[in-house]
């Protein structure tokens, strides 16, 4: 039905990676080091999101950068004395680990918001980078385990129906105020018809507990909207409100994804997402576990921390 409107599918290339922001949930650990960088295991946050981008199909990686980020671009380049010294030392599977993450040379582009005013303002910043080309937006503190990447999932949807598509989740009805919402029209989980959509809306004003959970395939023509958009909830410029507007001219389509998220900008979130990805993890599960019965965590209920992780 959807294509009808989107009668030629325009292939996604480009995927924009907000790191402009301040990370105040995270202080002091950010006070010079960008939440992006914190790390789950030994990877810092942003490379999942890259690598998730890249199993869909993604060859240009676009950052919008802030103050102290600089390091992000660090991680995405060559360290020649660390690469050596890796070589020198025998060291062969960390160094194709390293070389295995990196983006193809002049891949990476990297602009910078200058001040957060909010993640619409950071979409709109990749603006005259990301051109009149759909592309995939990416919130890398949003971090997502399962089969397939949640950005792959949304991608084969989106090759069905064209137009805008977002991720979303259900959530306990409780929880819905700290959210973008969508309201539900007909379809499939795997591609539904999103009717509508509100930024944090009070518990008993949500159009249904199915929330935005941090990757878009947008069109460019949100970058005009993004341009004049006022500032919104908390006095943000709020990606939701240009999405509410684009959906006026445009088709939204909502995938409840398959996979486990972990909310990695929220401590809980983000201590969680450890848990789950060491005892995911086959050279460290069993000694983690064992650290844990240490700490007096009873050991069923680790092995089913475990299980669930897997
Ligand atoms: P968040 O609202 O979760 O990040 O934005 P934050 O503002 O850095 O965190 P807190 O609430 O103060 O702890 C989601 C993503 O959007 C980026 C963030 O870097 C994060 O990856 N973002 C947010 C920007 O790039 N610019 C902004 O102005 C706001």
Known sequence: MLNQEFAVVKRVRTAVFPVAGLGTRFLPATKALPKEML???DRPLIQYAVDEAREAGIDHFVFVTG???GVIE???DRQFELETTLEVRGKIAAL???RKDLPSAGR???TRQQEPLGLGHAVWCAREIVG???FALLLPDMLFRGKRGVLKQMMETYEETGGNVIAVEPVPAADVSSYGVVARGE???SGFRVTGMVEKPKREEAPSNLIISGRYILQPDIFTLLADQPRGAGGEIQLTDAMQTLMQQQPFVGVQYEGQSFDCGSKIGFLTANVAYALGRDDIASDFLAALAKLGLDSALSEGIRDAAE
Do not use: M
Request: glycine share 4%.
């Open 96 to 98: 194709s680990e390293l």
């Open 108 to 110: 990476t582009s990297f």
């Open 39 to 41: 790390t789950v295991v």
């Open 187 to 189: 379809g499939p989980d």
């Open 67 to 69: 103050r102290n980020k």
């Open 74 to 76: 660090d991680h995405f």
């Open 132 to 134: 009149n080309e759909p």
